[in-house]
Nanobody, 125 residues
Framework: QVPVVESGGGLVQAGGSLRLSCAAS????????LGWFRQAPGKEREFVAA???????????VYADSVKGRFTISRDNAKNTVYLQMSSLKPEDTAVYYC???????????????WGKGTQVTVSS
């Protein structure tokens, strides 16, 4: 799989915003969707959001209930980059955020088991 590189993490106060980026390293993404996951200390990795990638698609999206209305996933096909705009951040959003490639079937995202190094997001109360 094309390596992915996540960036944009940092420390922010509760209620603040951050925008994460996921870029293909040197090539375009190969699968038809990109997803964001996160993993908090001591917890399993969980799905956050996904977007269809193909330029001919309408950019359909899927969100976890915990982030609906607060996070927005978007894509820039020309830049081979997917973004995750996070607003109204909460301390419980603190985690390492990862993106990966996969596919969307209906309203479910299926990601491949190939990950970048992630980017740390810390939300202080």
């Amino acid at each position: 799989q094309v390596p992915v590189v996540e960036s944009g993490g940092g420390l922010v106060q509760a209620g603040g915003s951050l925008r994460l980026s996921c870029a293909a390293s040197g090539r375009t993404f190969e699968q038809d969707a990109l997803g964001w996951f996160r993993q908090a200390p001591g917890k399993e990795r969980e799905f956050v959001a996904a977007i269809s990638w193909s330029s001919w698609s309408s950019g359909s999206t899927v969100y976890a209930d915990s982030v609906k209305g607060r996070f927005t996933i978007s894509r820039d096909n020309a830049k081979n980059t997917v973004y995750l705009q996070m607003s109204s951040l909460k301390p419980e959003d603190t985690a390492v955020y990862y993106c990966n490639q996969g596919t969307i079937v209906g309203d479910t995202y299926y990601g491949l088991n190939s990950w970048g190094k992630g980017t740390q997001v810390t939300v202080s109360s």
